[in-house]
């Protein structure tokens, strides 16, 4: 149907006018505005490659094998080096919200000359940019779209207790000391390191809000100004970023588990490692009418959580 016909016998035609000029505004401003508050897509790199049309997306998950070696002059056997893939298909679904005006609220504010108000636009944007943020994290089962933190690729740690206090936790009644601490965080980094002969070398480290607190306001030592986190990235300059990430304090491990966890996240932020699959941004379409209310729909969609490299990626619970 014609959505300028549908204007027209419900609108005059200057309210048409108005009206579609200060929708133009308002999807405008909701495509515009931003919420620091999701993470997500600022601590994963963002895929768009897939076609919006697309039901799944097939990827291979890669493992490099095989070592040079010294050879002499005459050798007619080389050491073979390959990659090692395994095949994966993930689902791509589709999230959408929408929101509306009714022809009394288009009138009055034609009558009044006031704009639209945007409040309802930017509320439905940051309620597709939550459930974005949510996939992107946990994933869904239901839908077979995998996150972050629930990636059956990545494999699990528990950090140790410390060598001198024998506690776990960071934080807390009992918790470890700033050099137990220390020792967790460059542990993290040297274990990917060696576990793949330095083929993988993270360069971000991701943390629950009170652990990240904690290492830039405690003090290694007594007497010293030095903080955990300026010692520790001082010396790890592979290490560019350390970021405070809600979703990680209180995290279910497994769809099984009947505790949870605070977790670190030590990963190479790359495109090549892991990506967030979004193969269609948010988009607003054409107002709709339906009774005495024009409803604008609004959907994006969405594939989860790739990873490529599993080895570049490592997860530290029950800090």
């Known amino acids: 149907m014609n959505p300028d016909k549908i204007f027209?016998?419900?609108?005059?035609?200057?309210?048409?006018?108005?009206?579609?000029?200060?929708?133009?505004?308002?999807?405008?401003?909701?495509?515009?505005?931003?919420?620091?508050?999701?993470k997500a897509i600022k601590l994963i790199p963002v895929?768009?490659?897939?076609?919006?049309?697309a039901k799944t997306i097939t990827y291979e998950s890669?493992?490099?094998?095989?070592?040079?070696?010294?050879?002499?002059?005459?050798?007619?056997?080389?050491?073979r080096v390959d990659i090692k893939g395994t095949e994966f298909t993930v689902k791509v679904k589709s999230v959408g919200d929408s929101y509306g005006y009714n022809i009394q609220e288009i009138q009055e504010a034609k009558m009044a000359g006031k704009p639209l108000n945007?409040?309802?636009a930017n509320a439905a944007r940051k309620a597709y940019d939550r459930k974005i943020n949510m996939l992107?994290?946990?994933g869904d089962t239901k839908y077979g779209i995998q996150g972050f933190l629930s990636n059956t690729n990545i494999t699990a740690s528990t950090v140790p207790a410390g060598t001198t206090s024998g506690n776990v936790p960071w934080i807390g009644a009992s918790p470890k000391n700033p050099l137990e601490i220390l020792e967790d965080l460059n542990n993290a980094v040297?274990?990917?390191?060696?576990?793949?002969?330095g083929i993988e070398v993270p360069d971000t480290i991701l943390l629950p809000v009170k652990q990240y607190a904690?290492?830039?306001t405690t003090k290694l030592d007594t007497g010293s100004d030095t903080t955990i986190a300026s010692f520790f990235l001082a010396n790890n300059p592979s290490i560019t970023s350390i970021?405070?990430?809600?979703?990680?304090?209180?995290?279910n491990p497994s769809p099984d588990a009947g505790t949870t966890a605070s977790v670190m996240i030590v990963y190479k932020k790359d495109p090549e490692k892991l990506t967030l699959e979004l193969p269609m941004p948010y988009t607003q379409f054409a107002p709709q009418l339906k009774n005495l209310e024009y409803v604008v729909p609004a959907y994006g969609r969405c594939g989860g959580v790739i990873v490529y490299y599993p080895l570049s990626i490592a997860f530290y619970e029950g800090i």
């Open 243 to 251: 970021e405070w990430v809600n979703e990680l304090q209180d995290v």
């Open 190 to 197: 040297t274990n990917m390191i060696d576990l793949t002969l």
């Open 8 to 38: 027209t016998e419900n609108l005059d035609a200057e309210e048409t006018v108005f009206f579609t000029r200060a929708l133009e505004y308002v999807k405008k401003e909701a495509y515009d505005i931003k919420y620091a508050e999701f």
């Open 62 to 79: 890669y493992d490099e094998v095989g070592i040079a070696e010294v050879i002499g002059n005459y050798a007619d056997v080389l050491p």
């Open 214 to 216: 904690k290492i830039f």
């Open 47 to 53: 895929s768009t490659e897939a076609p919006a049309g």
């Open 136 to 138: 992107a994290w946990y």
């Open 118 to 120: 945007a409040r309802r």
